[in-house]
């Protein structure tokens, strides 16, 4: 589908709005990582993925794996936004049997390809994915969204060596680079600087820009694969708790959840009220 950058923008800013209000209603934490990889998640479905929500499992179809499962509210409004099912479906978010956990679980609603929240699964899953495309045929593309505190696991740099030495270029692993984990500052909880070196040190192609920059997010997404024989690695540089300035950059909002002025305020500075 073709969606402008205007477009695209747009969306970002309306499904801010309804992570925030997910996250008052059911009183769920993680707000401020889900707010920070919007663009990135708008930028894939918008811009570059190739899906039908019509036809959500065709097999040659590109998977969207959130490896960062506790942003899964952004997953969820995009889904919905995109498609793939009625947007009545996010008022059973996080409820008694509902469709939709506080962490996505395979095949839970349309679009969701794996169940993800325990860290550093995402990019093997995608690998094993990747392959079996290879093998099988179609040769779809997958891209994994991480976030920087994922890559302390051992996991994702077992699985990038491995990507490396099979040549696996269908893949792609967005970082979503907010520079805050559950703790902490990334960087002063592990050093994670400089990080693009050490994914190219892995064998991959890497690049790193701005992640709330929708058309260089497309840019770089579009060169899947990039020609190069090798996996892509984009260092997406963000800010926890985007679009609601008194959330940005506010680790506080990794646990918070918002109240209902707090919640009026978000939408009033996303032109949503």
Known sequence: MTTSSAEMRTLAREIRGQVVQMSHARKTAHLGSSLSCVDIVVAAYWGVLRVDPQNPWDPGRDRFILSKG??????????????????????????DGGHLAEHPCWRCVPGVEASTGSLGHGLPLALGMALAGRIQGPRYRC???????????????????????????????????????????????????????????????????????????????????????????????????????????????????????????????????
């Open 70 to 95: 506790h942003a899964a509210t952004t997953l969820y409004a995009a889904l919905a936004r995109r498609g793939y099912y009625d947007a009545s479906v996010l008022e059973s978010y996080n409820r």
């Open 143 to 273: 891209f994994v969204l991480q976030s920087d505190g994922e890559c302390e696991e051992g996991a994702v740099w077992e699985a990038a060596l491995f990507a490396a030495a099979q040549k696996i270029d269908n893949v792609a692993v967005i970082i979503d680079y907010n520079k805050w984990q559950a703790t902490g500052r990334s960087n002063e909880v592990m050093a994670l600087a400089p990080l693009i070196d050490k994914w190219r040190a892995f064998g991959w192609s890497a690049c790193e820009l701005d992640g709330h920059d929708l058309p260089a997010l497309v840019t770089a997404l579009e060169k899947v694969p990039d020609g190069s024989g090798k996996p892509l690695a984009i260092v997406a540089h963000t800010v926890k708790g985007k679009g609601v300035s008194f959330m940005e950059d506010d680790n506080n909002w990794h646990y918070r959840t918002p109240s209902a002025d707090e919640l009026q305020a978000a939408r009033r500075e996303l032109g949503l009220a």
